[in-house]
C-alpha cells in the first residue's frame, strides 16, 4: 500500500451553457463598439474576453499547482467497494487552488468540492464496487472552474499501480466434498485441518460412496434404507483435493462462467482455510507449476489473482480434451469445475473424482455419481 | 429535467443587486433621468433583491403578475416617449431606452428565485452600463465602469463556488485565502482588461457609426445676419495692449487681430464624434490690413431650411465650390458642445447636411454657417459633410493656367487678392524667390514647406511694433510666431504671386479619446491655416504651422490608447499643486497612517501566515540539506550527545530511535535495578530528576522554539560532571 505518485497529464474541458452565452455577448459588444466607436464598449468587450480566457488559464493554473498521492489496496473481492485515500497538496504556495471537485473513478455523486487547497489534504473515497477484474487502482479526477465557472476543467490522475479484484468466494458446506474419497494416506480418506481429532458429533448422514470407512456406517439407518449409509462428523475433515477449472468449453453466458470462477474460488479458499492447499489446474490456460509456488499463502493469493484475471469467451477457440493423465496416479481428490453443457471428462466419474457442472443441465438424465449441478450462489453454499 | 433549485447563496445575491445597482446609477446618471425613476431603480433593485431571497421557495404568483403588469405600463411609457421624440425631430432613442432598462431591471428584481434569474439580471446589468457607455462622453464613466467590472469578476466567482458546491457531494472547507487571494485578483483583472483592451483590434463598421443627433436648447433665435461671440470681451490693458478672453477664442469673431497675445486655457469645449479627423472649420476672412483680418462682406448670409423636419440641406455658396469629378467621402461628425461658443456651427469642410435643433442655419459668404440660436453648453448637433479628397501628386501635375484663365481668376477673386498697402515692399521678391515657377498648387506649396521648415512655433513673440504688419515681422524679423501669422504669411505670399488664398479659422481635430471613442477638442485647439484657391479644382487648405496636427491620422489604435494616456499623465503631473499638495496631505495624514496601518495588519493577517509557511518550508528544507551534507549539528544536540556519552559509563546505551522518555526511562530503570540501587541511593534519584528536567530543555531547544542553548550546555556539562563522579564512586565501592 505505498504511495504512489501520480504526475500524468490528461486534461478535459467541458463548458458550461454560459461560456457561450458570454462568448456571443462578447461578439454582439465587439460588433457594437465597432459601430459606434465607442471605447467603453470596446472595454467591456475585452473584460469578457479577459473573461473568457480566465476561465481556461486560470484553472489550468490551479490543476498545474496540484500534486498527489493515492493509497489503494492492492486487491479486493469482487462487490467490495475500494477505499481510496489520497493526499492532495499545492506544489507552491502562492497560488493555492480553490474550489476544486476531487472525485474518484469518475463517479461524480461522491465527489467532494475542496474550499482551497493551501495545505496537504488527505480524503477519502469510496470505489466501486467493481466486477472481477485485474485492472488499474482508482483514477482520481480533479475539476476546477474557478474563478469564473464557465468552464469546467478536469485532470485525471492516473495510477500505473494495478487493482486486483479478486473473485468472490461462498463459504462452502461441504458436504459434497466430504463425498470426495482421494487415495491419500489419510484414514478415512479424510483431513482434518483442525485438530487431528475425529469428533463424536454427527453432522451429516450420507450414502456411502466407495473409500468410505466402515466404522462409519450407520447400521440402523442403513437397513431402514436398505442401502449403506454412512455417518459424517462435525469436526470431520475435507479429503485432500486440487480443483481443475475447465475453461476448454462454452459458457453459455458470462454469468455462468462468473458463477464457475467464483465455485473454483470458494474451493479452493475452503481447501487453504482447512489445510488442504489445493492446486488449481485451468485448462486451456498454461498450468501453474507447483514447485515454483510461494508458500501457502502467497498460493492462495496468487490463485485467486489468477482467477481474477480470467476472461469469459464467447467462443472458445481451443477445443480439446483435458490430458488423461492429470487423473492418473493421484493421491489427492480431484473437482472438475465446467460449463454443464460440456461433456464430462469421462462417461464415469473416477472414484477420487468429483463433477461440479455450472448452469442448468440440459441432460437431466445424465445423473451419475459424483456430478453435481451449481446453479446459483446458493446452490454453491450447499454445496 | 430537474427543476432547478432556488439559489441560497446571499454574497451571491448581493452582488448580482450590486453590479444592477451600479449599472443603475451610472444609467440615470448619463441619461440624466427623472429622479423617480433613479429612486425606482434603487429601491425596486434593493426591496425587489430582498423580498425574491425571502420568497424564493414559494411560487410568488401575485408578484409574477404585478412584473408583468409592470412590464407593460413600462413599455407603453417608452413607445410613448419615443412617438414624442419622432414627432420632435429627436432621432436619438438611447435615453428613453436607458430609463425603461432601469425600471425594467428594478421590476425584474423581484423575481430572483433561482441562479439563472441571477445571471438574467447581471445581463440587464451589462445592458445598462452598455448604454451609459454610449451616453458618457467623459472619464468619469471610468469609475462605474471599473465598480461593474470588478463587481462582475466577484459576481462570476461567487456564482463558481455555487456551482462547485452543487455539483459535489459534500464540501470541504480548506484554509481561509480565499477572499484575500481574490482581492488581489481584481487589480490584476482590470489590468487584464485594459490591456486585452489595447491589444484588441477596434475596426470601424460604418454602418451605425455616428447616429444622426440634434439635441438643443429652448433658446430664443438671435438675429438674422450677426455673428456672436465670447471673445468680444477683449481687455485693452493701460499700456495700449489687447488682451483675450483666455475661455474664447478671439478667432471667431468678425475681426482677427493677429497682435492678440493669449494663451488659451485646457478648457474642453468640444466632443466630436467622428470616424476620421479633421479640421472643424468655423469661418474664413479675406481682408488683411496688415495687422488685422477682417471679411469684405459679413452681413450677406442665405437660409437654408430642414425639409420635412428633417435635415437641413447646406447648398454649397460660390465661395465652396469644388470640382465635380473630384473624389469625395461623407464623413458623418456628431458634435456635443461642453462649452458655451459663438454661433458659428464648426464642422469639417464641406458640410452638406445639417442635424440642428433648429430649423433653420444661416450660411455666408465663405462657406460658415451660422446658428440663428444661442450654442449653448449640451447642445447637439450632427453635420454630414463632403470631404473632397486631394490628389496631391495630380494637383502638382496640373499644367500652369492660361493667361486668360489667370484673368478670369483674379476677376473673380479679387478680393482673395487684396494686399495691404503697408506690407513691406520686400515680401513680393521675397515670396516670388522661394515660390519659383509652376502652378498654383506647386507654388503654395513651395512656400508652406519654406514657412514650416525655417520657422518656429512660438505663442511668446512680442506684438509687432507700430508702423509693421505682423507678416513681414513674421518673416523678417522674428521669425517665429504662431498659427495666425503663420496663416496670415502663407496667405498674403500666395497673393503676392496671384494666388488666391483666404484665412480659416477653426479648431484642430483634439485628442482622441479611445475610450469614448470622441475626439476631445480644447479650446487651446483653436488653429488658423489658409485657404488657397487651385483652378479646376476649388480651396485647398494648407498648414504652414511647423506644429501643427497632420491631417488624416492612421495611427494604430493601440498607440492611441498609450498616447491618450501618457498625455492623461503629463496633465495630471503639469495640474499638480504641490502647495496643494502638501495640505492635503497634512489632512490626510492621520487617517492615512491608520488606513495604512489597518491595510499593513490586513496583509499581514492574510499573506502573512503564507509566507510564514513559506519561509519556514524553505529553512526546514535548508536545513535538511545541511544534515545531509554532514554539516555541524545544532548546539542542542552537542549538549545532548555529550550527555549520551557520559552515560555510556553505566553502560546505558541510547539506540537512535530512542526519544528523550525512552532514555530517561532506560536510565531509571538501570540506576534502580537490583544490582546498583543500593550503590546509588538519593543521589540516583537527584541524577534522574535533574536528567529529566535536562531532556525536558534540550526537547524544546531542538524541537520547539525556545532559546537558551548556553543554559543548556552548562546544564550538559554539570550533569556530565556528576555522572562521572557518581562512576568513580560505583567504581570505589
Known amino acids: 500500500m505505498s504511495p504512489s505518485r501520480l504526475d500524468f497529464f490528461r486534461f478535459s474541458i467541458s463548458t458550461e451553457f454560459r461560456f457561450w452565452i458570454i462568448m456571443t455577448i462578447a461578439l454582439v459588444l465587439y460588433g457594437i463598439a465597432a459601430s459606434i466607436g465607442n471605447g467603453w464598449i470596446f472595454l467591456l468587450t475585452a473584460s469578457l474576453i479577459v473573461i473568457l480566457i480566465g476561465a481556461f488559464v486560470l484553472p489550468l493554473l490551479s490543476l498545474s499547482n496540484i500534486a498527489l498521492k493515492q493509497v489503494c489496496p492492492p486487491r479486493i473481492t469482487a462487490g467490495e467497494s475500494c477505499r481510496t485515500t489520497i493526499i492532495a497538496s499545492p506544489r507552491y504556495s502562492f497560488f493555492a487552488p480553490q474550489w476544486l471537485i476531487i472525485g474518484a473513478d469518475e463517479k461524480a455523486s461522491a465527489a467532494i468540492a475542496l474550499e482551497s487547497l493551501a495545505e496537504n489534504q488527505t480524503l477519502t473515497f469510496d470505489c466501486g464496487p467493481y466486477k472481477r477484474s485485474v485492472r488499474l487502482q482508482p483514477t482520481i479526477k480533479i475539476e476546477c472552474a474557478f474563478p469564473f465557472g464557465l468552464l469546467w476543467l478536469g485532470h485525471s490522475f492516473k495510477s500505473r499501480q494495478p487493482l486486483i479484484v479478486q473473485p468472490k468466494v461462498v463459504k462452502l458446506d461441504g458436504r459434497f466434498l466430504s463425498s470426495l474419497r482421494s487415495g491419500s494416506y489419510v484414514p478415512g480418506g479424510t483431513v482434518n485441518g483442525q485438530s487431528g481429532f475425529p469428533s463424536s458429533a454427527t453432522r451429516n448422514v450420507r450414502e456411502y460412496v466407495r473409500g468410505d470407512s466402515r466404522r462409519f456406517i450407520h447400521w440402523s439407518l442403513s437397513a431402514r434404507h436398505n442401502r449403506l449409509m454412512v455417518k459424517e462428523y462435525e469436526h470431520e475433515g475435507l479429503p485432500a483435493y486440487d480443483v481443475l477449472f475447465d475453461c476448454t468449453k462454452q459458457y453459455n453466458s458470462a454469468a455462468e462462467f462468473e458463477l464457475a470462477v467464483t465455485t473454483v474460488a470458494s474451493?479452493?479458499?475452503?481447501?487453504?482455510?482447512?489445510?488442504?492447499?489445493?492446486?488449481?489446474?485451468?485448462?486451456?490456460?498454461?498450468?501453474?507449476?507447483?514447485?515454483?509456488?510461494?508458500?501457502?499463502?502467497?498460493?492462495?493469493?496468487?490463485?485467486?489473482?489468477?482467477?481474477?484475471g480470467l476472461k469469459y469467451r464467447t467462443k472458445t477457440s481451443i477445443e480439446k480434451a483435458i490430458s488423461p493423465a492429470i487423473f492418473q496416479g493421484r493421491n489427492k481428490a480431484l473437482v472438475i469445475v465446467q460449463a454443464s453443457s460440456s461433456s464430462a471428462s469421462g462417461d464415469s466419474c473416477p472414484d477420487n473424482c468429483g463433477v461440479l457442472e455450472i448452469g442448468a443441465k440440459k441432460d437431466k438424465e445424465k445423473k451419475q455419481k459424483g456430478y453435481r449441478t451449481i446453479i446459483s450462489e446458493a446452490s454453491l453454499e450447499s454445496l | 429535467m430537474s427543476k432547478e433549485q432556488p439559489e441560497d447563496s446571499i454574497r451571491l445575491r448581493f452582488l448580482t443587486s450590486a453590479m444592477s445597482l451600479v449599472g443603475i446609477l451610472a444609467a440615470s446618471y448619463l441619461a440624466e433621468s427623472p429622479v423617480w425613476i433613479t429612486l425606482f431603480g434603487i429601491g425596486g433593485v434593493i426591496f425587489g433583491s430582498w423580498l425574491s431571497y425571502k420568497r424564493r421557495r414559494k411560487n410568488n404568483t401575485l408578484i409574477k403578475i404585478g412584473i408583468s403588469i409592470g412590464i407593460l405600463v413600462v413599455a407603453a411609457a417608452f413607445f410613448r416617449e419615443l412617438l414624442v421624440r419622432i414627432n420632435l425631430n429627436i432621432a436619438d432613442a438611447r435615453l428613453p431606452l436607458t430609463n425603461m432598462l432601469i425600471t425594467l431591471q428594478a421590476l425584474h428584481c423581484f423575481d430572483l428565485p433561482r441562479r439563472r434569474d441571477l445571471s438574467l439580471s447581471c445581463l440587464v446589468g451589462l445592458t445598462l452600463i452598455s448604454s451609459a457607455a454610449t451616453l458618457s462622453r467623459d472619464m468619469s464613466f471610468a469609475l462605474y465602469l471599473a465598480g461593474f467590472i470588478a463587481l462582475s469578476f466577484f459576481t462570476f466567482a461567487g456564482d463558481c463556488v455555487s456551482r462547485t458546491k452543487s455539483r459535489a457531494h459534500s464540501s470541504i472547507s480548506g484554509r481561509q485565502q480565499r477572499s484575500a487571494t481574490l482581492a488581489w485578483s481584481v487589480p490584476l483583472f482590470l489590468l487584464g482588461c485594459l490591456t486585452v483592451f489595447m491589444l484588441l483590434p477596434k475596426i470601424e463598421i460604418e454602418a451605425l457609426r455616428n447616429t444622426r443627433l440634434a439635441a438643443g436648447l429652448n433658446l430664443a433665435f438671435l438675429g438674422r445676419e450677426n455673428l456672436f461671440s465670447q471673445a468680444l470681451t477683449r481687455i485693452v490693458s493701460p499700456d495700449g495692449s489687447i488682451k483675450s478672453n483666455p475661455k474664447a477664442y478671439y478667432g471667431f469673431a468678425e475681426e482677427l487681430d493677429t497682435n492678440y497675445r493669449t494663451k488659451l486655457s485646457d478648457q474642453i469645449v468640444l466632443h466630436v464624434s467622428s470616424p476620421s479627423p479633421d479640421y472643424w472649420r468655423g469661418m474664413a476672412f479675406d481682408t488683411f490690413n496688415g495687422t488685422v483680418w477682417t471679411m469684405s462682406d459679413s452681413k450677406t448670409v442665405f437660409s437654408r431650411y430642414a425639409e420635412k423636419g428633417q435635415a437641413i440641406p447646406i447648398t454649397p455658396v460660390p465661395t465652396m465650390l469644388y470640382n465635380r469629378n473630384l473624389p469625395r467621402k461623407s464623413l458623418t461628425q456628431v458634435f456635443y458642445l461642453e462649452e458655451d461658443a459663438s454661433n458659428l456651427v464648426v464642422c469639417a469642410a464641406v458640410p452638406s447636411l445639417v442635424y440642428f435643433p433648429s430649423n433653420k442655419v444661416e450660411v455666408d459668404l465663405y462657406g460658415s454657417i451660422r446658428s440663428p440660436i444661442g450654442m449653448q453648453k449640451d447642445m447637439v448637433y450632427t453635420v454630414i459633410s463632403s470631404r473632397p479628397l486631394f490628389d496631391i501628386l495630380e494637383l502638382r501635375k496640373q499644367p500652369e493656367p492660361e493667361s486668360q484663365r489667370n484673368q478670369r481668376v483674379k476677376r473673380r477673386y479679387a478680393n482673395y487678392l487684396q494686399i495691404p498697402p503697408s506690407i513691406d515692399p520686400r515680401l513680393k521678391s521675397f515670396a516670388a524667390g522661394i515660390a519659383g515657377k509652376g502652378n498654383y498648387f506647386v507654388r503654395a506649396e513651395r512656400l508652406k514647406n519654406f514657412l514650416q521648415s525655417n520657422y518656429k512655433y512660438s505663442l511668446d513673440v512680442p506684438p509687432a511694433p507700430n508702423g509693421r504688419d505682423t507678416v513681414s515681422d513674421l518673416l523678417f524679423y522674428q521669425k517665429r510666431g504662431y498659427c495666425e501669422t503663420f496663416a496670415s504669411a502663407l496667405v498674403i505670399m500666395c497673393r503676392?504671386?496671384?494666388?488666391?488664398?483666404?484665412?480659416?479659422?477653426?479648431?484642430?481635430?483634439?485628442?482622441y479619446n479611445p475610450f469614448t471613442g470622441l475626439w476631445e477638442v480644447r479650446l487651446h485647439d483653436a488653429h488658423c491655416w489658409a485657404e488657397v484657391f487651385i483652378p479646376a479644382c476649388g480651396w485647398v487648405p494648407l498648414d504652414p504651422t511647423p506644429v501643427a496636427v497632420p491631417l488624416g491620422l492612421d495611427s494604430d489604435q493601440q498607440n492611441l490608447v498609450l498616447a491618450y494616456l501618457e498625455n492623461l499623465l503629463n496633465k495630471l503631473s503639469k495640474q499638480l499643486d504641490l502647495a496643494f499638495l502638501i495640505h492635503w496631505l497634512k489632512l490626510l495624514y492621520v487617517p492615512g497612517l491608520v488606513i495604512f496601518a489597518g491595510f499593513l495588519l490586513w496583509f499581514l493577517r492574510k499573506q502573512g501566515s503564507a509566507f510564514y509557511t513559506w519561509i519556514r518550508q524553505y529553512l526546514t528544507k535548508n536545513s535538511r540539506q545541511r544534515a545531509k551534507a554532514g554539516l555541524p549539528e545544532s548546539k542542542a544536540s552537542l549538549a545532548f550527545q555529550r550527555v549520551v556519552e557520559s552515560l555510556s559509563s553505566f553502560n546505558i546505551k541510547r539506540s537512535p530511535s530512542d526519544t528523550s522518555l525512552e532514555l530517561l526511562r532506560k536510565v531509571e530503570l538501570r540506576l534502580h535495578s537490583d544490582k546498583d540501587g543500593e550503590s546509588f541511593g538519593s543521589a540516583g534519584d537527584c541524577l534522574l530528576s535533574e536528567l529529566g528536567v535536562f531532556l525536558d530543555h534540550y526537547s524544546e531547544a531542538r524541537f520547539g522554539k525556545k532559546q537558551g542553548t548556553d543554559e543548556l550546555n552548562r546544564s550538559a556539562d554539570q550533569l556530565a560532571a556528576k555522572l562521572k563522579s557518581l562512576a568513580k564512586a560505583r567504581s570505589g565501592f
Do not use: F
Request: negative net charge.
Open chain 1, 267 to 308: 474451493l479452493l479458499t475452503t481447501g487453504h482455510n482447512d489445510g488442504i492447499h489445493p492446486a488449481l489446474y485451468i485448462a486451456d490456460e498454461p498450468i501453474s507449476d507447483s514447485s515454483n509456488m510461494p508458500p501457502y499463502i502467497v498460493e492462495q493469493v496468487a490463485q485467486l489473482d489468477t482467477l481474477a
Open chain 2, 496 to 511: 503676392s504671386q496671384e494666388i488666391p488664398a483666404r484665412l480659416a479659422t477653426g479648431y484642430a481635430p483634439g485628442l
